[in-house]
């Protein structure tokens, strides 16, 4: 079974997100979204609160579930038995970021294979990190999550 990790913070987990998922999926036969836990990060959301987005973004997709996990990537899908990672990428400060990343991952994961994803253009200037920006300023997030995220967060005023 063909098992890949797309593997990151999802605070909150936006379209550009579930676009690269949704682009994956034909290649492999099952998708963990796995958020991975950085004790000394501070996050928005809970990681209750991501993992329920995540759950409730692919409930109904059975190739697709979420996961987390702390400590290096390369363990998590060691554990799950994923051979792949799965990244997107924006623009080139991303592209020199995972680079590196894939080439550690690679050696450090006994041949973990990472598969990148250039972003649409319509997605590429979606971060998690500008959202939670626009969330802080009491802004409009429904053209970069879900929208029932979207409602969430301007009912329960984060
Ligand atoms: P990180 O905390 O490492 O930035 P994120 O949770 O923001 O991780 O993102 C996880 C993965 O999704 C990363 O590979 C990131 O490049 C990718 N990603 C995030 N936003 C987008 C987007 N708008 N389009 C394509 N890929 C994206």
């Known amino acids: 079974m063909k098992i890949a990790v797309l593997p990151g913070s999802f605070d909150p987990i936006t379209t550009g997100h579930i676009d690269i998922v949704r682009?994956?999926?034909?290649l492999f036969d099952k998708i963990v979204v796995?958020?991975?836990v950085n004790s000394q990060k501070k996050y928005l959301f809970s990681l209750e609160k991501r993992l329920e987005?995540?759950?409730?973004?692919?409930?109904?997709?059975?190739?697709?579930e979420a996961g987390f996990f702390e400590g290096l990537t390369v363990n998590y899908c060691k554990n799950i038995e994923a051979r792949f990672l799965i990244r997107g990428l924006r623009n080139a400060s991303d592209f020199d970021y995972e680079k590196t990343i894939s080439q550690l991952n690679h050696i450090i994961g006994d041949d973990l294979e990472t598969m990148f994803f250039i972003s649409q253009p319509e997605y590429s200037h979606i971060s998690s990190t500008i959202v939670r920006e626009i969330i802080k300023g009491n802004g409009d997030v429904s053209a970069f999550v879900p929208d029932f995220?979207?409602?969430e967060i301007t009912n329960n005023n984060y």
């Open 23 to 26: 682009r994956a999926k034909p």
């Open 34 to 36: 796995a958020v991975g």
């Open 53 to 64: 987005w995540i759950n409730e973004v692919f409930k109904d997709d059975d190739q697709v």
């Open 149 to 151: 995220i979207a409602k």
